[in-house]
């Protein structure tokens, strides 16, 4: 099935972040888009109101007719579906096209010069940053994120560049399907052990994906992984981190709430790059973002004011609410990694306020893996209020729960266990100086009645 041969599109998943991106290229090309989620959210009401065709109940008979057509229909799934699912099944009885949504992206970087961004953690804030350097230049991008941009309040964009920026996602080793120009890999931190079994077997996958970018292309890579990569012949190869490297800082200045910086590369240095979301952990982010927009073709003056005027993403060290008496963030992280930086750049900015994070673990077998490392990471903050773990795609795990991580909370943190339909109630009864919310979950969507809450309060 060709493009052109496409009349409408079935998503597996729709509400995930970036199965909906993939929804929105074809909305915009007037193809139905129909699709199915466990539970609404505010997600698949705005691609609702785009157009698309949604339900959240498992049945074949909620399909829309357009979608029951398997000339002219193609079926797009994401990997946390289980393969027994009804829908799923009758796709794939009935002889439609299926394809996981990292097949569809593989095929977009064929046909475009893909800027993808692979890692344990740090993508989705790199590759927006990237994107939104890109689209701001000369140059222009069309973006798949893992998240949504501030900047354009969507997680995808459109354009007539010859330039796409794809989040790699290595779950289920989806980035294997990517045939990137460049890419950066900005972490290989195991993860995904449900899908890879070993750190061994996750530290392979990663290397062959660096196989597969394109000759011409270039790798960006995170200094001192334990990767081996494997490059084909006229890939270039540059490494970066905060200090060292082909790109790194110079002159870095956190002060009065702003951060600014010297980006050193080999192509040309940029003097004073003020940070637009001025977080510590984004330094190193930006490094990598700027360093492949430079690669690409951006001007000096192109990369700063790209990075001056980046607003973030949803989710992602997220402010909503920053006054002198009270600061309440919302943060993606739900690795150990990526909660250690979490939690340092925090301490970083608020050195002497009481930090209170609500975590919600996400997935048993990751809790299983590395509740000593998630313990040892919330360790850093004054006091860790933990919720039940958020199941995704897993069924529990006998003797795996939040507590695992709360037995192993270093001594002088003060900690509590709670469900997490008791999270509300709790913000109502405490009073909170710095407080995060952490997980992949949906605790998120309590947000905005936390910070609701919160505001009454003062």
């Not at 794809?166 to 990517?178: G, K, N, P, Q």
């Not at 509300?424 to 905005?448: E, T």
Request: proline letters at 4%.
């Amino acid at each position: 099935m060709t493009i052109k041969d496409i009349k409408a599109v079935y998503f597996v998943g729709i509400g995930g972040i970036g199965m909906s991106a993939i929804a929105r290229y074809f909305i915009s090309r007037d193809i139905v888009v129909g699709g199915y989620d466990r539970t609404p959210s505010d997600l698949t009401r705005q691609l609702e109101k785009e157009g698309a065709l949604i339900h959240y109940e498992e049945n074949v008979d909620t399909i829309p007719d357009a979608c029951k057509q398997k000339d002219s229909c193609l079926v797009i799934y994401t990997p946390a579906i289980p393969a027994d699912h009804q829908e799923l099944v009758f796709f794939r009885e009935h002889g439609f096209n299926i394809q996981k949504r990292a097949q569809v992206l593989g095929t977009l970087t064929e046909a475009h010069k893909g800027l993808c961004v692979a890692g344990t953690h740090g993508k989705t804030t790199t590759s927006t940053m990237c994107a939104h350097i890109l689209h701001q230049s000369h140059l222009d991008c069309n973006a798949f994120l893992g998240g949504i941009s501030k900047n354009y309040q969507t997680n995808y964009i459109l354009s007539k560049s010859d330039y796409v920026v794809i989040e790699a996602d290595e779950f289920d080793r989806s980035f294997h399907w990517l045939r990137p120009w460049m890419s950066v890999i900005t972490a290989t931190d195991p993860d995904h052990l449900d899908i890879y079994g070993t750190k061994e077997a996750y530290l392979e996958s990663f290397r062959h994906y660096s196989s597969l970018i394109q000759p011409g292309g270039a790798l960006i890579i995170h200094r001192g992984l334990e990767m081996q990569e494997q490059l084909q012949d006229g890939v270039r190869r540059y490494d970066y981190s905060l200090d060292k490297g082909d790109f790194h800082a110079e002159n870095i200045c956190i002060e009065n709430g702003e951060i600014t910086f010297d980006f050193i590369s080999p192509i040309e240095n940029v003097p004073h790059v003020i940070l637009g979301q001025p977080v510590p952990i984004n330094i190193e982010n930006g490094i990598a973002a700027m360093a492949m927009a430079q690669l690409a073709g951006c001007t000096t003056a192109e990369l700063r004011h790209g990075m001056e005027t980046y607003g973030g993403v949803d989710r992602r060290f997220d402010f909503k609410l920053k006054s002198d008496r009270l600061v309440l963030l919302s943060d993606y992280a739900h690795h150990p990694k990526e909660i250690f930086q979490s939690a340092r750049s925090i301490r970083e900015l608020y050195k002497n306020r009481h930090i209170t994070a609500i975590f919600q673990p996400h997935l048993y077998t990751r809790t299983r893996d590395f509740y000593k490392d998630f313990a040892d990471a919330l360790s850093q903050l004054d006091e860790v209020i933990l919720t039940n773990i958020y199941p995704a795609r897993e069924q529990p795990i006998e003797g795996v729960t939040s507590k695992l991580i709360y037995d192993n909370l270093k001594p002088g943190v003060k900690k509590q266990l709670i469900q997490k339909d008791q999270v509300l109630d709790l913000v109502k009864s405490r009073n909170f100086d710095v407080l995060l919310i952490l997980g992949a979950g949906d605790l998120d969507n309590d947000v905005p009645q936390i910070a609701q809450i919160l505001q009454d309060k003062c």
